[in-house]
């Protein structure tokens, strides 16, 4: 069904009895051309590329619970393209073109909103750091506008300007940066792929990989044995332990970040803010709740919930910037298991197993890519090369020395 | 999460630095690139239990050894990362 307003209203007048299941529930077939190994923003944006660029259409994509019901689905929304290094500017500048037109592509809402990302500076040396970023950005033909203390107190009159630690010396405005609706994006990649015949299989683990040979030939799953020629994982949080079972060993560790909610305010926000001093971010979500998040926690962890000390972290990070902030009570707080990369940027790459790929490491900046990742690892999965936009996210990169650290930290995964 | 520091006793993990792995302390030999890159960049990362590195940086400086459920967030057992280091050789 194409939605449109004429659709709204047909369905208003009768009862809203005609919508459909978005998508089917499909049993698995024995065997697929492409099997996608999670059913997150990655995956089903990679499936329904597949589908749609390059015309695979026996695809399935094979999630352990239900679609988009990891990291996508818990994060802070926040779409942006100011990164600094080569490999990251392109790939992040064509993600950003991707959304803004992906209401068009997939006919379906997924309200992302250009309301802007504004970085903070705190000292001279931070805001020389803001301009050569804005000039990476401007060279990428990506937006960038550097503000004097002045223009950010006319742009967020709220903020805590003069705090004796951290005075705001002036910022970095992303214009075309902003936020979505996190589920609708998984939702609508979801919707798009299953018109274009891609299974999505719920409730399906894969338990272990078929290989002969060492070249793939499918995967064990909950379900049973699914083969295929190719197979994908896109399994954020959980890469190294599905790759270990096809014998890799990985440059990722698996580390917890935590995000935060307060109950449902008035308009008060209208950018999203990134504080330099302490790793704090905030919006406000269309629903009124004031949408904020800080630094990882610092250590391995699987466990999909935080440990207090950074919540007082954050909430001091909160008021330093913000003081009204503490006016509103914390509606909700929780943890979501991030692939922290030895460098900070993310991998899209073929995998020494012939026909497995691997989409991963993407640190806590998944979300802003599922576009073009989707769209790369689609291109890589289908044609055996690399996308234009995402030549650099190589697995060789720490042997070749092509590493991208983008915030210069080293292989630290707790520091990225 | 509260370690147990071999000499200053129980303590907040706050007062700790993490550091990584502990197979940071099997540096490889020689120049071998191969096991050099390895050594940096190549992790098991289990969802059970994890041998780490943490310092005591806000209490005796110490190395310490940590072996962690890192999906309970659990400490199992805490060495000094020397005497651990001594044991291998």
Request: with cysteine.
């Amino acid at each position: 069904m194409h939605y449109s307003a004429l659709q709204i209203l047909k369905n208003g007048l009768s009862g809203n009895k005609g919508w459909k299941p978005v998508w089917r529930n499909p049993e698995p077939k024995k065997s697929y051309d492409i099997v996608i190994i999670g059913g997150g923003g990655h995956g089903l944006s990679t499936a329904y590329y597949l589908a749609k660029t390059y015309g695979i259409r026996n695809i399935a994509v094979l999630e352990k619970g239900y679609l988009g019901g990891g990291n996508v689905g818990r994060n802070t929304t926040i779409v942006r393209a100011n990164y600094l290094l080569d490999g990251n500017l392109e790939f992040y500048s064509h993600s950003l073109k991707l959304w803004e037109n992906l209401e068009q592509e997939l006919n379906y809402n997924v309200m992302l909103s250009q309301r802007g990302c504004l970085m903070l500076a705190h000292n001279d040396g931070q805001f020389d750091s803001l301009a050569r970023r804005g000039n990476a950005n401007l060279a990428t033909g990506d937006d960038a506008l550097l503000m004097s203390a002045d223009d950010v107190r006319a742009f967020t009159p709220y903020l805590n300007f003069d705090d004796a630690r951290f005075p705001i010396r002036g910022g970095l405005l992303q214009r075309t940066g902003g936020t979505a609706r996190h589920d609708a994006v998984a939702w609508g990649y979801a919707r798009g792929a299953d018109m274009r015949g891609v299974d999505l299989i719920q409730n399906c683990e894969v338990t272990g990989f078929r290989i002969e040979g060492g070249k793939i030939k499918g995967v064990e799953t909950s379900r049973g044995y699914i083969g295929a020629s190719k197979v994908g994982m896109s399994v954020a949080g959980r890469t190294s332990q599905v790759a270990e079972m096809a014998g890799l060993s990985l440059p990722i560790e698996s580390h917890v970040l935590q995000a935060f909610v307060t109950e449902a305010v008035k308009p008060v926000i209208d950018t999203v803010i990134s504080f330099g001093m302490g790793h704090f971010y905030i919006s406000q979500s269309d629903k009124g709740g004031l949408v904020f998040g800080g630094d990882i926690d610092g250590y391995n962890s699987y466990s999909q919930r935080g440990n207090l000390p950074i919540v007082e972290h954050v909430a001091e990070a909160a008021m330093a910037l913000m003081p009204m902030v503490g006016k509103s009570r914390m509606l909700r707080s929780w943890g979501g298991i991030m692939d922290m990369s030895m460098d900070g940027s993310p991998i899209i790459d073929k995998t020494p197993v012939e026909g497995l790929f691997l989409n991963g490491g993407w640190c806590y900046g998944g979300f802003k890519a599922v576009p073009a990742a989707g769209a790369a690892f689609a291109h890589l999965m289908a044609t055996g090369e690399k996308a234009d936009w995402a030549t650099k996210f190589n697995l060789n990169r720490f042997e070749t020395g092509y590493v991208i650290d983008d915030e210069g930290t080293g292989a630290r995964p707790n520091l990225h | 999460m509260r370690i147990i520091c071999p000499n200053c006793g129980e303590r907040d993990h706050r007062e700790f630095e993490y550091l990584g792995s502990a197979k940071l302390l099997e540096r490889p030999e020689g120049g071998d690139a191969a096991a050099y890159h390895d050594y940096v960049f190549q992790r098991r990362n289990p969802s059970g239990e994890n041998a780490e590195l943490w310092q005591h940086v806000m209490g005796c400086s110490a190395w310490l050894h940590v072996v962690r459920n890192v999906t309970t967030h659990e400490i199992i057992e805490v060495k000094l990362a020397r005497d651990v280091k001594e044991a291998a050789l």
